[in-house]
């Protein structure tokens, strides 16, 4: 019977470890099918890292919370900086939300770490199948069950059975082609360029993480915790620049040296190159397959928004899940999960994250000025500071969410 109602996740990434933890913690069993293997698991490119504090009680709902804070920065304050006037525009302190959450805070800790540590939960706990270094292929479905086709890591072909299957295999989804869903958006011409730096930028007064905006280059600075400690900085590049070339050493610290003249030069610990989609599926939703996180939607990081919303997909679709497999709800509480969580993705963190870039982005003088201005206004006005935080830390948009019948 247990065997039966087993759900079968598709990626340890965020997304997948938090749902499979949570369903495990209800008594639900899991295979949770994971491509990478305990010997490269931990080399995956630099991604996510600031987690809003809707998602840092979903942390501590699963017990993760505990595990990532002594790992990471607590950061109750950023701030929006214009570089052509050199000058700090806003900051913005999550304390205005001490009465909305329990942690008035991001907490700067990235998603490697995120992943690690959830994993070693995922690998205690009883109720989950974990299977590294096994890759899904494809997977049918009938009325009763459906059935993972995966590669096992002796190369074998292995079916796997479950009363659900649930996609947290990241954007390239196969779960996703495989249903035919449109993954509906657009993606920038330009790729944005990650640099990581150990160097301390709070001696020129950036807090551990800034949103800098300039008609020529506009930026994102963030702290990471070490040893040692780094810094991101990210910049947009022109999309006919040569990848290897934009990579360079020399080209990176000319980077920096641009941003912030520094004598000496930059002690650069590594640099990716990424393209920003922002798409969202048509739909979340067919049958007993189901999309959660980056297979479900993708959006510039610019914001901070895809791996936190990707988690919430996850503890909604599992409190859905858990209450059909004890009979408390019909299967068409899954449709609820698409109307919210879609509601969500396009309304919310599309939408946002579409106006963070044009803000950081914006050419226009008189347009920067009044956007400058308005965003003074905000930080210092407490009443609009809390609604302007309770938007940008996705609590406005799960309220939202859970008014959605
Ligand atoms: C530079 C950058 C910065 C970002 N910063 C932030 C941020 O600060 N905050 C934020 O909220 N979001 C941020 N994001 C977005 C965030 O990284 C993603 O939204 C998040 O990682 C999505 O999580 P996921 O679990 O859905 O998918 P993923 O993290 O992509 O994980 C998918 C997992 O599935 C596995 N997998 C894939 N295919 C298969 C297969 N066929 N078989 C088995 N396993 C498979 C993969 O190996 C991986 O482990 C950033 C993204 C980038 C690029």
């Not at 990626?11 to 491509?35: F, H, N, Y």
Request: charged letters at 25%; aromatic letters at 8%; one cysteine or more.
């Amino acid at each position: 019977m247990r065997e039966a109602n087993r759900i079968v996740i598709i990626g340890a990434g965020p997304v997948g470890l938090c749902l499979a933890l949570a369903l495990a913690q209800e008594d639900v069993r899991v295979c949770l099918i994971e491509t990478l293997g305990d010997d490269n698991f931990l080399d995956q490119v630099p991604r996510a890292g600031t987690n809003h504090p809707a998602t840092l009680e979903m942390f501590d709902r699963i017990g993760l919370y505990a595990r990532i804070e002594p790992r990471g920065i607590i950061a109750p304050v950023f701030h929006y900086w214009d570089r052509a006037e050199g000058a700090l525009i806003a900051a913005f302190d999550h304390v205005h939300l001490k009465d909305d959450t329990r942690f008035p805070y991001v907490l700067q800790c990235e998603r490697i770490k995120i992943v690690e540590e959830a994993l070693q939960m995922a690998k205690a706990h009883p109720n989950i199948d974990l299977r590294l270094e096994t890759t899904f292929t494809a997977f049918e479905q009938d009325a009763d069950k459906v059935v993972a086709h995966v590669v096992n890591p002796a190369g074998e072909r292995e079916a796997i059975a479950g009363r659900y299957i649930v996609s947290g295999e990241g954007a390239r989804s196969i779960v996703r082609k495989d249903l035919g869903i449109e993954f509906e958006g657009f993606t920038y011409a330009d790729r944005t360029l990650n640099i990581e730096v150990a160097y301390d930028f709070r001696r020129h007064g950036y807090a551990e993480r800034n949103y800098i905006s300039d008609p020529v280059e506009w930026s994102n600075l963030f702290h990471w915790k070490g040893p040692p400690d780094r810094w991101r900085v990210h910049f947009p590049t022109a999309p006919e620049e040569d990848e290897a070339a934009l990579q360079r050493p020399e080209a990176l610290q000319a980077r920096l040296q641009g941003f912030l003249p520094k004598a000496g030069g930059y002690d650069i610990c590594g640099s990716n190159l990424y393209t920003v989609h922002q798409r969202v599926a048509q739909k979340f939703r067919i049958g007993r397959a189901i999309l959660a996180g980056d297979s479900a939607h993708v959006n510039s990081p610019i914001g901070a928004m895809g791996m936190n919303s990707g988690v919430h997909d996850a503890l909604n679709l599992a409190d859905k899940l858990v209450q059909i497999l004890r009979g408390q709800a019909q299967e068409a509480v899954l449709d609820r999960y698409e109307r919210q969580r879609r509601h969500v993705a396009i309304k919310h963190t599309q939408a946002q994250t579409i106006r963070n870039k044009r803000l950081l982005a914006e050419q226009d003088p008189a347009i920067r000025r009044r956007n400058n201005d308005e965003l003074r206004r905000t930080a210092e006005d407490p009443k609009l500071a809390r609604e302007f935080l309770l938007r940008s830390s996705l609590i406005t948009s799960l309220r939202e969410a859970g008014e959605i019948q």
